[in-house]
């Protein structure tokens, strides 16, 4: 009777200790969410793919990605984020300028390189990129963990422009972004704010003539079929921003906090790979499904047109971001000078 007595409490004692082990592999395995801007296979889905891959490889957490639209748009899911619904976002600067001024920065034209090699040395390298922005999404208990390129900036059009003389009157879809449309209202055109979701059949009715875009989101969205001419104006490159709910962030472990930013950095450098040729392996899909689109690169001389005007959105972003913004760009143009 003592022996079966033992037995059975020694069972016990065993299931006990499997439940604890169940309970303490589940307090510390945890389901994370993460939601972007884009398709399946855009850019900043292969990267939340590839961060989520680093994260299940080298934990027992698992990460859910939610794609555009399955929670909203970017501003529902960056809400979603600062409420601790979402642990982490990927939002590009055009949207977060209303909530961080100083990120309005990228929309200076002509800013920023567009080779490249010079521009992924300025991501890695630069102090405003990878010192200054962190302190002002903490600001905002925002945990910024990357930032990184997806490709040139490209304009489509009803029509074939090369002045911004040709610009005029013509109504040009932006992101809710104050500085972004001074963009537009200094290259001549009528910046027209608007969703996402509506931008295809605007530009399909003619409620708006054109609009900007990296070529493998025009390709992905098939924009080329509605807006059909294709002008490089080399004016700058779509930027975007990958963080954490503070709060979240800083409840982590410090082996958590470890797991997440190495994830970030190896997702960071599979982007890299990823984007290198993508703007050429798209525009090819995009001239070889229809024989109505047309390419427009401005030479210097044309360049320099759109060029001289960009001093007047600087001032612009001055005036909005303040003297913030002011010590920001001139650290920007210290790392693009140290470049």
């Known amino acids: 009777m003592n022996k079966q007595h033992s037995l059975k409490r020694t069972l016990k004692q065993l299931t006990g200790l499997s439940a604890l082990a169940l309970f303490t592999c589940s307090a510390y395995a945890d389901n994370w969410r993460y939601a972007h801007e884009e398709y399946a296979g855009d850019v900043q889905d292969v990267y939340a793919y590839k961060f989520k891959e680093y994260i299940e490889d080298n934990s027992d957490h698992t990460l859910k990605v939610y794609r555009f639209g399955e929670l909203g748009e970017s501003d529902d899911i960056m809400e979603q984020t600062q409420a601790g619904i979402l642990n982490f976002v990927n939002q590009s600067p055009g949207f977060t300028g209303a909530l961080i001024p100083e990120a309005q920065i990228f929309f200076i034209p002509y800013l920023m390189p567009t080779d490249m090699n010079s521009v992924v040395k300025f991501f890695r390298e630069s102090k405003a990129i990878n010192e200054d922005f962190p302190k002002l999404y903490a600001d905002k208990d925002l945990t910024l963990l990357k930032m990184y390129p997806e490709g040139e900036m490209v304009v489509t059009l009803d029509e074939v422009a090369t002045t ?15 500085l972004l449309s001074e963009t537009y209202s200094a290259f001549g055109a009528t910046p027209t704010p608007l969703p996402w979701g509506e931008v295809y059949g605007a530009l399909q009715t003619n409620m708006i003539q054109g609009h900007e875009n990296p070529i493998f989101w025009i390709e992905s969205g098939k924009l080329y079929e509605v807006s ?5 104006t080399g004016h700058g490159w779509f930027t975007t921003a990958m963080m954490a709910n503070q709060d979240f962030y800083n409840d982590l472990s410090s082996e958590d906090q470890t797991l997440v930013k190495k994830a970030a950095d190896y997702a960071f450098e599979e982007i890299l790979d990823h984007i290198d040729g993508l703007a050429d392996s798209s525009l090819k899909k995009i001239t070889d499904s229809s024989d109505k689109v047309t390419v427009t690169r401005l030479n210097e001389e044309q360049i320099a047109a759109f060029k001289e005007r960009s001093p007047q959105v600087e001032d612009k972003f001055v005036d909005m971001a303040g003297e913030s913004g002011k010590a920001l760009l001139e650290q920007f143009k210290q790392d693009l000078k140290d470049l």
């Open 164 to 178: 911004p003389k040709e610009l005029n009157n013509k109504k040009i879809r932006v992101m809710t972004n104050p």
């Open 228 to 232: 059909p001419n294709l002008l490089f």
